[in-house]
């Protein structure tokens, strides 16, 4: 399947995606991101966005399984990775998996639970496997978790481990819906849902995730992925007090993953300097740890990334393979 054929096909599938959800393109369009290039998503807005229901709707229109964990200060990780039980008819121990088996979970309003379930997530999200009583169970391939979180309430809230939120390839920010979108959304709310047709398989999906692979990438574009997460270290002497960490480097990393797989979506078999400083704030943002002199002054990580993408330089691309 050539670049075009594949946009075609995934374009279908947002389509379909867009029959349910409405006003939420951007967000639409990193969580195809993200599970084309195998990461996870974070995502931070008011409720009532459809975040939940976003990904409930790309699982029924990707054919893949779908779970949701309502996060809780009460939970404990046996709730979501599973435990072993003693059967006392038999006077075995059985393991039970817990609701992360699936292909799309929905870790919903992950920072109310404590550090101790939150970091649960840890093993599943990078190795994709979870180790119970010294037994490793692989999770079902692909694999995307994408977990949100309330930025208006501070109570019973315990911000991510940053060790947790380094996992996230992207973090994205949405807002309120535009008139046009939210009409639309009240006016769907009139009518019963649609019913949804599956567009790709779980077979399809695998096979768009390798293709990102052979998508090409341009050698001073990785420099300048690694260029950019290189000031948010030394953001110069007006920057520097606000920053205490810059990103690190699973953020180049995401960058150019995520561009390769941006670059697919928009049926193309080479990433574009475009495709990087969109999602350059996507990848870093939730990278770089703010010093209280900026949290004093509301000073948030995407004005230190304003700047940081005006004092970098951007490179001159070549656009096909040496």
Not at 169 to 174: A, H, Q
Not at 231 to 243: D, I
């Amino acid at each position: 399947m050539n670049p075009q054929e594949t946009s075609e096909r995934l374009e279908q599938a947002l389509f379909e995606i867009r029959r349910v959800i409405a006003g939420q393109d951007r967000m639409l369009e990193r969580v195809l991101v993200c599970l084309l290039a195998q990461g996870h998503l974070l995502i931070e807005g008011v409720p009532g966005l459809a975040k939940t229901l976003t990904i409930k709707t790309a699982a029924g229109v990707l054919g893949g399984t779908f779970a949701r964990v309502q996060f809780t200060p009460d939970l404990v990780p046996a709730d979501l990775v599973g435990t072993r039980i003693y059967r006392p008819d038999s006077g075995t121990f059985d393991t039970e998996l817990g609701p992360v088996f699936c292909n799309f979970l929905l870790a919903d309003e992950i920072n109310r639970a404590p550090a101790k379930v939150q970091s649960a997530l840890l093993e599943v999200m990078q190795e994709r496997q979870v180790t119970i009583a010294h037994t490793t169970y692989p999770v079902p391939e692909p694999f995307l978790v994408m977990a949100t979180q309330n930025p208006i309430e501070s109570e019973g809230t315990y911000p991510l481990p940053e060790a947790q939120i380094d996992r996230f390839m992207l973090k994205i920010l949405i807002d309120y819906p535009e008139h046009d979108a939210e009409l639309t959304i009240v006016q769907r709310q009139l009518e019963a849902a649609p019913e949804l047709r599956t567009v790709l398989e779980l077979d399809d999906l695998q096979a768009l995730q390798a293709s990102v692979r052979d998508i090409y990438v341009d050698p001073a574009l990785i420099s300048y992925t690694v260029q950019l997460a290189s000031t948010t270290r030394s953001p110069g002497e007006a920057l520097a007090r606000y920053v205490s960490f810059g990103a690190s480097p699973r953020g180049p990393i995401s960058v150019t993953q995520a561009a390769r797989a941006l670059a697919l979506v928009r049926g193309r078999d080479y990433v574009t300097i475009e495709d990087v400083r969109e999602l350059v704030k996507d990848a870093f943002r939730h990278r770089i740890v703010l010093s209280y002199e900026a949290l004093a002054e509301s000073v948030d990580a995407d004005t230190i990334l304003d700047s940081v993408l005006e004092t970098v330089p951007v490179p001159e691309v070549s656009l096909t393979r040496p």
